[in-house]
């Protein structure tokens, strides 16, 4: 073994010397042969000759000894790249075309696996048990539908550490923005509240300080302490004396104990934390009460398995300290609602990662389906280039079957060429690199909430997984051409001579069903990818154009941060004056209104109304207050249906009244117009009249029942729901992106101390709420956009290459009198019947995923016929453009030439 | 000149290392001493011999080194091949597998 190893290195790294060696040794033996003869009376000459002749070919010799020390493998493939380069480099136009498109969809994969494999595969940093460490969600029923909760109430996340068996830690964690910084400085930031117990999750150990104890985690000792996130500290220029110091987090002044380790950054997949500060000390800066209710839950609950737990058996325990900690909740609540079992309280250990648990967000699925997608990008891009390469074997043919008759074997032929396709799939696979690098960022930007700064090449995940869809492309594209090229009848190719194929050769039927075959996959997965593009597009498009009730683009919404800064009732109302009065001066502001409810981020409830005669209006839905002045309908552009809207005379003191949204007034009084109706609202005292009833809007969910808004006059709220937040919505001229930097600085001269203001357009808000659709719509356009060019190039080069084959033919045709027109529609003819077998398969597959893609379109049917109509007619039209020119040139054949040249 | 025997295949290695045992030599000297020993009736082709002795030599039975050939000329050198002790047992190893093969094949040609 060793000897054979020795030996093989020697001749793979020493091989000149090898070679010398080798050659020496060889006229060592050929000089003794002739001394030999020479001594035995020959002339000196014809010893020579005579030496030589008994010796046989030196360089046969030479290969043979070559093959028996066993190189030959490294010898041959670099014989054959050096072979399959040249022939690349011949062909320029047929490489590059060949490269590019397998640039493409190699390169669509390695950037697409990025993405899925961050948000599907790869475990947080650091943490030390993927497997075993799981989210904690509760199921339970509630107004007959089936909820599902993954954010907690500290008092939750006690009685799921209290009660449970099957754990070795359960910690809590929430990520929450917060202003950082103070005066014109200060931002909102995301920061990690964290229990003590977290990082004994991970494997990471601070760069600088230390990381919290649970002694300052406690509900008696909740220390004002923080643990920076690495990126922040380099942010700030990584001081290396930062420990000790102090930092603004919300309300509160922390001491700097700790900096992360770089690229820890918790169970996230959004931004990285700016710090990591205790449990306990997000709860108590917000009153100690909230270390015992049940009312606010935000933090997530992270629990790791002990060694031998099933899932099932902690997720029967945590069913169990679920059921618990509700009846312990609902005894407090003197049973005012069903109990655990009632309620069929479940609790359930899901995966670490959120886009693989039970409450993943649409992006997640829309990520699978377009990394599917990307997949079939990469099969036509494989069947094109497969294609290609079938083509050039035929032109090939004589070569090959000359190399054949000198006697190269079949296996090294093979080898040779399924060398040539690894070369051009090398080529494509780094070209891809490059795609995904570029492409892959965009790509990342769409999909990823994490602002990711790697990049495809220092990632070798990506790498390695780019490497193995080159191989994989490299043995597709390659070994049906060079299995097709070695069967050939060697005598018959020869013999056939340059007509390029003709009638020779029985591999050429199988061949051209090959290529048929291929182009017709090629058409059909065009037609599925298209069909998906159709219907995203239209998803979209219907997303855009739904009203949801109120106008965004023009909207900026304006937000205090009080930050601590404990203000009275008058001070603020008066704050709230002047906020109002300082947006109106801001130039290009044409309206102002208070605000308490804010689509997509945040809602006023105060509990069901009451109305006489009704009861249960709670389990109808939900009620959600907005606030507004007399401009607010001006400004947001909510469209008074009946009634009027919010007046100036609906002050304090005078009657009470409300603007019901459309479905809440049809849902409050479904027998007559609510207009003059009277109703309470939750525990308030006043009995408002319904004045106006304004169309409906949509700020919960873009999908589902319309939702029950009411609106209350500023002043009148002040009286009768207390002091009014310091939020405000404006309406400029123009587009809000321009508006709220000027806006924010207006509005932060008039914060008192270390509060301060924050703007932001609605688009902010609603934008993302039609992500998953747009991103549906781009990626399987741009990517559907692709198969159809691959397929039409295959059709062309398919056609372009059978119109030359049969230029025989063809001559004859036109001699004995076929009309241009004839020749042309024989051919076009047989472009479009490749084009509607693609069709027919293709709408056969579109048709059955149908059932998959349908939860993920908006308000379109997955099987529109008019979708699949289109479709159809673009990729005939595509066929008939892409054999125009083949057509062409074939109607032109001169008949004396091309019977001639038989 | 007796008629030149064809060799069974498989046997050149065999005679190869026989040829070695009785001490280390060069490529021609081996073929020149089969030749010899055989009375001219085995003849290697010269053409299996180097890829024969390459192959052994990866194999790890034989050695090779380059040494002084001949007293007159000091710059003339020569590759000389060894047995190694692997050699040494791969040649009792196939040296008893041959009078094994060559006794039964006998055996079953003196049948009457």
Redesign the interface.
């Not at chain 1, 073994?1 to 054979?4: E, P, Q, S």
């Not at chain 1, 093959?67 to 066993?70: H, I, K, L, S, V």
């Given at each position: 073994?060793?000897?054979?190893l020795k030996?093989?290195l020697r001749a793979l790294f020493r091989r000149d010397a090898m070679e010398r060696?080798?050659h020496?040794?060889?006229r060592?033996?050929l000089e003794?042969?002739t001394e030999?003869l020479v001594a035995a009376g020959v002339p000196r000459d014809e010893a020579e000759r005579r030496a030589r002749l008994?010796?046989?070919?030196v360089e046969?010799?030479k290969d043979?000894?070559r093959?028996?020390?066993?190189i030959s493998l490294v010898d041959t493939l670099t014989q054959d790249l050096r072979y399959a380069w040249r022939g690349l480099r011949a062909r320029p136009g047929f490489t590059v075309g060949v490269v590019l498109t397998l640039a493409l969809g190699i390169g669509a994969n390695a950037a697409m696996f990025g993405i899925v494999d961050r948000m599907l595969f790869r475990a947080p940093a650091y943490l030390t048990a993927p497997d075993e460490t799981h989210r904690v969600l509760q199921g339970y029923v509630w107004n007959t539908r089936d909820r599902t909760d993954a954010n907690f109430a500290y008092a939750r996340l006690v009685d799921v550490q209290r009660w449970t068996t099957s754990f070795d830690r359960v910690a809590g964690f929430g990520y929450r923005e917060a202003a950082i910084g103070t005066g014109d400085q200060a931002r909102d930031m995301i920061i990690a509240t964290v229990s003590a117990g977290y990082f004994g999750f991970f494997d990471a150990r601070p760069v600088l300080g230390r990381f919290f104890t649970a002694d300052e985690d406690t509900p008696a000792n909740p220390a004002p302490v923080a643990v920076l996130g690495h990126g922040y500290w380099q942010s700030i220029g990584a001081p290396a004396d930062i420990v000790g110091t102090t930092l603004h987090v919300g309300p509160s002044v922390v001491t700097i104990i700790g900096v992360a380790p770089e690229g820890f950054i918790g169970t996230t997949d959004g931004a990285a934390p700016v710090a990591f500060i205790p449990l306990a000390t997000m709860v108590a800066s917000r009153g100690a009460r909230y270390f015992e209710n049940y009312q606010w839950s935000w933090l997530e609950i992270l629990a790791k398995r002990r060694d031998g737990v099933t899932v099932a058996t902690a997720n029967a325990d945590l069913t169990v300290a679920f059921q618990r900690s509700w009846n312990k909740e609902r005894d407090a609540d003197a049973g005012s609602y069903p109990d655990a079992a009632a309620a069929r309280v479940t609790g359930s250990a899901v995966p670490v990662l959120e886009s693989r648990g039970p409450n993943a967000d649409a992006n997640a699925k829309i990520v699978a389906w377009v990394m599917g997608v990307a997949v079939i990008v990469l099969l036509v891009a494989c069947a094109n280039v497969a294609n290609l390469l079938l083509a050039r074997a035929v032109s090939r043919r004589r070569e090959i079957a000359l190399r054949l008759a000198l006697g190269v074997t079949r296996g090294r032929l093979l080898q040779q060429l399924l060398t040539e396709s690894l070369l051009i799939a090398a080529m494509g696979g780094v070209a891809g690199l490059a795609v995904a690098h570029w492409g892959g960022r965009t790509l990342r930007a769409l999909f990823l909430r994490q602002e990711d700064t790697s990049v495809v090449a220092n990632d070798p995940r990506t790498l390695l997984f780019a490497g193995a869809i080159t191989l994989a492309v490299a043995l597709l594209t390659g070994l049906a051409p060079a299995l097709h090229s070695l069967r050939d009848d060697v005598a018959l190719s020869l013999k056939s001579g340059a007509r390029d194929g003709g009638g020779g050769g029985t591999g050429s039927h199988a061949r051209s069903r090959l290529r048929g075959a291929l182009l017709l996959f090629q058409g059909a997965l065009s037609v599925v990818l298209l069909v998906g593009a159709g219907l995203f597009v239209s998803s979209l498009r219907n997303v855009r154009s739904l009203r949801l009730g109120y106008d965004v683009e023009p909207v900026v919404h304006a937000q205090m941060n009080k930050r601590g800064v404990v203000l009275s009732t008058a001070e603020q109302n008066a704050l709230v004056d002047r906020m109002l009065a300082a947006a109106r001066e801001v130039l290009g502001v044409r309206s102002v209104t208070v605000a308490s409810s804010v689509p997509f981020y945040s809602f006023e409830e105060r509990g069901a109304p009451v109305v006489a005669g009704r009861d249960s209006l709670a389990k109808l839905g939900r009620y959600r207050l907005q606030v507004g002045n007399a401009e607010y309908f001006a400004t947001t552009g909510t469209r008074i249906l009946r009634g009027r809207g919010i007046s100036v005379d609906d002050r304090e003191g005078g009657q009470p009244v409300l603007v019901l949204s459309e479905a809440m007034a049809g849902a409050l009084w479904p027998d007559r117009d609510a207009l003059g109706e009277q109703l309470r609202i939750g525990d308030t005292k006043a009995l408002f009249t319904v004045v106006g009833v304004a169309e409906n809007v949509r700020g919960g969910s873009l999908q589902g029942e319309a939702e029950f808004w009411y609106y209350v006059p500023m002043e009148q709220y002040r009286e009768h729901f207390g002091v009014l937040g310091p939020q405000l919505y404006a309406r400029v001229n123009g587009n809000a992106r321009d508006f709220a930097e000027p806006l924010r600085r207006r509005l932060q001269r008039e914060m008192p101390g270390v509060s301060y203001v924050r703007t932001m357009p609605l688009a902010n808000m609603v934008t993302p709420r039609q992500r998953s659709w747009s991103f549906g719509a781009t990626m399987f356009a741009a990517f559907g956009g692709l198969a159809l060019l691959l397929a039409a190039i295959g059709l062309y080069s398919m056609i372009a290459y059978s119109v030359a084959q049969r230029t025989h033919e063809l001559g004859v045709r036109i001699a004995l009198g076929a009309g241009a027109r004839d020749v042309v529609r024989m051919v076009v003819g047989q472009g479009v019947g490749f084009a509607v077998a693609g069709v027919v398969i293709g709408t056969l597959i579109a048709v059955v995923a149908a059932r998959w893609v349908q939860p993920l379109l908006f308000d379109q049917p997955a099987r529109d016929p008019v979708i699949y109509a289109v479709v159809a007619l673009v990729l005939l039209v595509v066929a008939v453009m892409a054999t125009i020119r083949p057509a062409w040139r074939a109607a032109r054949v001169d008949p004396t030439v091309a019977l001639r040249a038989d | 000149m007796p008629d030149r025997l064809d060799l069974p295949q498989g046997t050149l290695d065999l005679l190869i290392l026989k040829a070695l045992s009785l001490g280390p030599q060069?490529?021609?000297?081996v073929s020149?001493r089969i030749a010899q020993v055989s009375g001219a009736a085995l003849q290697i082709?010269?053409?299996?011999l180097?890829?024969?002795?390459?192959?052994l030599?990866?194999?790890?039975w034989i050695e090779a080194e380059?040494g002084g050939?001949g007293a007159s000329d000091a710059n003339?050198?020569?590759?000389y091949y060894e047995l190694?002790r692997?050699g040494r047992k791969q040649l009792a190893e196939e040296t008893r597998a041959w009078s094994q093969l060559t006794s039964a094949v006998s055996l079953v040609l003196e049948m009457t």
């Open positions: 073994m060793l000897a054979d030996f093989r060696e080798l020496d040794e060889l060592f033996h003794r042969e030999k008994a010796f046989g070919g046969r010799i043979d000894a093959d028996a020390r066993g | 060069h490529g021609w000297a020149e082709p010269q053409g299996s180097y890829p024969a002795l390459h192959r030599e990866r194999r790890g380059w050939w003339r050198r020569a590759k190694t692997a």
